[in-house]
């Protein structure tokens, strides 16, 4: 494998981060090390590629375009690197992923296990956030290709649809409050406790559209706590006899232990998709690799399948 310029992949780091402690930390070399880099390139640039303020740096205008450049060039090195490996049989290299939160926990783990026991060469750095964190960090480069959920109006992105969710309605199994609800109208919403995600969740924002297509305003759910995660609802569910709305993707491994249960309303549905998306124009070969990969494997008609 050949790797361009060290000072290279310093800068890079450096500017991704704003910060070069951040930047050390991901290289694994001293903080020092990594201001003399800088510090080179700029005496070689002429000029300084960062404004210093504080604790704080941003990249000049000659920063910005040593960062167009610097990108490119690596792009390059990546592209050789993995023709170099299909040309020996072999991918390797690094594929750089971000997902949204229940990609990167109920459904990534299992395509990235079967990915890297396809293709053991190539090394995996995931991050996780929310859908908009992830379409920053493609549109910055720190990442090769997200998965989000939903679409956004980011000009600068291209979106492709990856799979279909659905929202459903679960509680735990035995709760008597069941029967009450179950293929009633969606009125019947309004007489049972809820744990929902935090405010500003997007799967909340999902919820609120759909009840309020169905009549119902948002603010007259009984919501009894709201929790940061998916995992903490459903441990929650299984003590309470309260409901929630999660990815079916989520409760999967519930339902099929019949810890949880659906809970059918009336007339009430919520699906959404997952998108893989990535910048305009060619992909390097590891992100396109997966890309198939993941489609050819796991996508069926659009649904999950790990058959």
């Known amino acids: 494998m050949i790797n361009a310029d060290f000072k290279i992949m310093v800068?890079?780091?450096?500017?991704?981060?704003?910060?070069?402690?951040?930047?050390?930390?991901?290289?694994?070399?001293?903080?020092?090390?990594?201001?003399?880099?800088?510090?080179?390139?700029?005496?070689?640039?002429?000029?300084?590629?960062?404004?210093?303020?504080?604790?704080?740096?941003?990249?000049?205008?000659?920063?910005?375009?040593?960062?167009?450049?610097?990108?490119?060039?690596?792009?390059?090195?990546?592209?050789?690197?993995?023709?170099?490996?299909?040309?020996?049989?072999?991918?390797?290299?690094?594929?750089?992923l971000g997902a949204s939160t229940t990609l990167s926990h109920f459904i990534l783990p299992d395509i990235l296990a079967a990915f890297h026991l396809a293709y053991p060469s190539i090394s995996m750095n995931v991050l996780h956030g929310n859908s908009r964190k992830i379409e920053d960090l493609v549109a910055r480069h720190v990442i090769d290709l997200g998965v989000v959920e939903g679409l956004s109006?980011?000009?600068?992105?291209?979106?492709?649809?990856?799979?279909?969710?659905?929202?459903?309605?679960?509680?735990?199994?035995?709760?008597?409050?069941?029967?009450?609800?179950?293929?009633?109208?969606?009125?019947?919403l309004l007489n049972i406790e809820f744990v929902l995600r935090e405010q500003g969740s997007g799967t909340n924002e999902i919820i609120r559209r759909a009840v309020t297509h169905a009549g119902i305003a948002w603010q007259d759910l009984y919501v009894k706590v709201h929790l940061a995660s998916t995992e903490s609802i459903k441990r929650f569910l299984l003590a309470t006899d309260c409901f929630s709305f999660l990815s079916i993707h989520a409760v999967a491994k519930e339902i099929h232990n019949r810890e949880l249960v659906l809970v059918e309303v009336s007339n009430f549905i919520m699906e959404r998709n997952f998108y893989f998306?990535?910048?305009?124009?060619?992909?390097?070969?590891?992100?396109?690799?997966?890309?198939?990969?993941?489609?050819?494997?796991?996508?069926?008609?659009?649904?999950?399948?790990?058959?």
């Not at 070689?44 to 450049?69: P, V």
């Not at 069941?178 to 009633?184: D, K, P, T």
């Not at 305009?280 to 649904?303: D, T, Y």
């Open 11 to 96: 800068f890079i780091s450096a500017a991704r981060h704003q910060n070069f402690t951040r930047a050390a930390k991901e290289l694994n070399i001293s903080q020092p090390a990594v201001t003399k880099n800088i510090q080179e390139l700029e005496s070689q640039a002429g000029g300084n590629l960062f404004e210093r303020n504080g604790h704080s740096i941003s990249l000049t205008k000659a920063g910005k375009l040593l960062l167009e450049y610097a990108l490119k060039i690596t792009a390059a090195y990546e592209a050789f690197n993995c023709e170099l490996g299909l040309m020996k049989g072999v991918l390797t290299g690094e594929l750089r």
């Open 153 to 188: 109006d980011n000009p600068a992105l291209k979106y492709e649809m990856f799979l279909k969710d659905e929202i459903v309605l679960v509680t735990r199994a035995g709760n008597p409050k069941i029967n009450a609800i179950e293929n009633n109208p969606a009125q019947e």
């Open 277 to 307: 998306v990535r910048p305009h124009g060619v992909i390097g070969h590891l992100p396109e690799a997966f890309r198939q990969f993941a489609l050819e494997r796991f996508a069926k008609n659009g649904f999950f399948n790990l058959s």
